[in-house]
């Protein structure tokens, strides 16, 4: 059983930083790339950032374009989330998931993590 636990999530200022981290563990974990999205209250699961183990290919969303990086360490088998100038409609729960390839859909992540609270908030 492949598990994903999320961590870094808290409160911050509007225009501050944090970064979020997705650790899998588990037998046979083989996914291709890893994913975030987020969900807020009353909102559609939103596509954040996806990221391709081999090779490092990246996509973002628009709403996080130049704001958000996503990584990988492979040897730790960590995805991480920078996430900088952060805004009040940044606040979500923030998943993390893992994919056989790189994508930005949802239905098509094979794993997905509990989720960490991020509120922006002054």
């Known amino acids: 059983q492949v598990q994903l636990v999320e961590s870094g999530g808290g409160l911050v200022q509007p225009g501050g930083s944090l970064r979020l981290s997705c650790t899998a563990s588990?037998?046979?974990?083989?996914?291709?790339?890893s994913g975030w999205f987020r969900q807020s209250p009353g909102k559609e699961r939103e596509f954040v950032a996806a990221i391709r183990w081999s090779g490092g290919s990246t996509r973002y969303s628009d709403s996080v374009k130049g704001r958000f990086t996503i990584a990988r360490d492979n040897r730790k088998n960590t995805v991480y989330l920078q996430m900088n100038s952060l805004k009040p409609e940044d606040t979500a729960v923030y998943y993390c998931a893992a994919a056989p390839f790189l994508t930005t859909q949802g239905d098509q992540y094979d794993y997905w993590g509990q989720g960490t609270q991020v509120t922006v908030s002054s």
């Open positions: 588990g037998r046979s974990f083989s996914s291709n790339a």
